[in-house]
């Protein structure tokens, strides 16, 4: 596998067992993932920016209900990986 790394977003309040299964079934495979552990008061859009655009693949993970939740932090994710 390249060093390209999959960038996985996912709504904390309804996607975090989601987001674990996948972070771990790719990692059980080899290939490099990043997940945005931070905070959301720790949140920077242009240290997510640069994860996002280094990241060969962007997922995010939209569980039933997430768009309902208003997640700012990852509608903001989202917005960016569509920019770059």
């Not at 390249?2 to 989601?18: G, H, K, M, R, V």
């Not at 920016?49 to 768009?67: N, Y």
């Not at 994710?77 to 770059?84: F, G, S, T, W």
């Amino acid at each position: 596998m390249s060093s390209s790394a999959i960038y996985l977003a996912y709504c904390p309040q309804n996607s975090t067992i989601i987001a674990h299964s996948i972070y771990q079934y790719l990692t059980e495979q080899d290939y490099p993932v990043f997940v945005d552990l931070e905070p959301a008061e720790q949140y920077d859009i242009s240290i997510t920016s640069h994860l996002i655009a280094a990241s060969a693949f962007f997922v995010p993970i939209l569980a039933p209900g997430t768009m309902e939740l208003g997640t700012e932090r990852l509608s903001d994710e989202i917005a960016e990986a569509v920019r770059l």
